[in-house]
């Protein structure tokens, strides 16, 4: 399966992937579907898309992929966290992260009106008006397309 992961740049950017060695933990995901995504089907070595939003240039900006699967998410419990939650605790945690590791930054950003330009990709879910969910899997066909587009 493949996924794509949503991040503003100026949190955890492609380039903040790429300069961390042993990965990143992504966190703060604070949506129950998303969260479901990331601990019942996010699995090891899945590709993921690093989509750029709530910035100047919104768009995909490069893969990564996961190199360790659903763990407590560290930031529920730091309480200088703007992802802190309250009611977690050792015993019973709501949230979960992954860590994704970096494979690739893209050429140049491939924006939204590049991928709406792509009738195959029509169904691809960020695509989808009022879609805001932070991780959405994304299908074989959409990531293959996706790939391409980068390299052409």
């Known amino acids: 399966m493949a996924w794509l992961f949503k991040t503003e740049p ?3 950017s492609i380039d903040d992937i790429a ?3 042993d990965g990143v ?3 703060g995901v604070r949506n ?3 969260r479901n995504f990331l601990r019942d089907q996010v699995q090891l070595g899945d590709l993921v898309l690093i989509h750029h939003s709530s910035c100047k240039q919104i768009g995909l900006a490069g893969l990564a992929k996961v190199s ?3 763990f407590a998410d560290p930031s529920q ?13 050792a015993e019973r945690w709501p949230w979960y992260a992954v860590q994704v590791q970096f494979v690739e930054k893209f050429r140049k950003i491939i924006t939204m009106d590049e991928l709406r330009t792509q009738p195959a990709l029509a169904q ?3 695509l989808k008006k009022g879609n805001r ?4 899997p994304v299908t074989k066909q959409e990531m293959e397309l996706v790939l391409f587009l980068t390299r052409a």
């Open 25 to 27: 933990i992504w966190e």
């Open 133 to 136: 969910l932070s991780v959405m």
């Open 124 to 126: 691809m879910q960020v």
């Open 68 to 70: 360790a699967t659903a």
């Open 19 to 21: 300069a961390a060695q």
């Open 10 to 12: 100026n949190e955890c």
């Open 77 to 89: 419990f730091q309480p200088r966290s703007p992802y802190y939650d309250a009611k977690a605790s």
């Open 32 to 34: 129950y579907q998303a």
